[in-house]
Nanobody
Framework: QVQLVESGGGLVQPGGSLRLSCTAS????????IGWFRQAPGKEREGVSC????????YYRDSVKGRFTISRDNAKNTVYLQMNSLKPEDTAVYYC?????????????????WGQGTQVTVSS
């Protein structure tokens, strides 16, 4: 049974930092590209970042480049998302999932085995 569990969300002031974790079980973790996504109220889910299984290449949506850093620790079956210089517009539920196959992408429809999400709120 494949399971991905997110943690690390919370309330932070603008300009602050959080580190999210996504821990997987039930899969050979290092085989899979893992992505982070977010969904704000009333908006569609969007891709934030992903890290490939093959060479550890990383990808980011434009609005988080230079502020967010994705990394993975295959020994711990965990992917991290370090979020710095947070802005109110980063407020959302953050999810992780594994790429179902094909080319690396940030399109949510290409991912599967979604976690339950962790809330990130950026507010003063």
């Amino acid at each position: 049974q494949v399971q991905l569990v997110e943690s690390g969300g919370g309330l932070v002031q603008p300009g602050g930092s959080l580190r999210l974790s996504c821990t997987a079980s039930g899969i050979t973790f290092n085989y899979y590209t893992i992505g982070w996504f977010r969904q704000a109220p009333g908006k569609e889910r969007e891709g934030v970042s992903c890290i490939s299984s093959s060479d550890g290449s990383t990808y980011y949506r434009d609005s988080v480049k230079g502020r967010f850093t994705i990394s993975r620790d295959n020994a711990k079956n965990t992917v991290y998302l370090q979020m710095n210089s947070l802005k109110p517009e980063d407020t959302a539920v953050y999810y992780c999932a594994r790429l179902g196959g094909g080319l690396v992408t940030l399109l949510p429809k290409n991912y599967r085995d979604w976690g339950q999400g962790t809330q990130v709120t950026v507010s003063s």
